[in-house]
């Protein structure tokens, strides 16, 4: 259950006729401020790749160093902000596959699983 404090607050905040970006960095600061989130760098190999770029997915091609490079590319010559990188959000899932899959609600990941770590 979330303390009252936290839900009033961040209902405030998302009355507000601020700007969505805006009004996402204070709901950030509320959450941190009550330790109900935390911040944290994490290595690559931690995220997922999405089920339609998989490479078990049917048609997906997985992620490979041309498109990233090519996708790299096309956002340096767009005139990529390298502070924008430290905006990122991630969530938590699971570790466990079967509360994973829940979270997803994915059926491909959830179908083809391993029976080994299913």
């Known amino acids: 259950m979330l303390p009252s404090s936290v839900v009033e607050a961040v209902e405030t905040v998302l009355k507000s006729q601020d700007g969505v970006m805006k009004k996402w960095g204070q709901v950030q600061e509320i959450l941190l401020g009550a330790k109900l989130a935390y911040q944290q760098v994490f290595p690559p190999c931690l995220f997922m790749v999405h089920p339609l770029n998989h490479p078990l997915n049917p048609g997906g091609t997985g992620v490979n160093p041309y498109s990233c490079h090519r996708k790299g ?20 899932l699971s570790m466990l596959w079967k509360h994973k899959c829940n979270n997803l609600s994915s059926p491909y990941i959830c179908t083809n699983l391993p029976t080994a770590v299913a």
Request: glycine share 20%.
């Open 73 to 92: 590319g096309a956002i340096v010559a767009a005139g990529a902000d390298l502070q924008q990188l430290g905006g990122a959000v991630a969530f938590e």
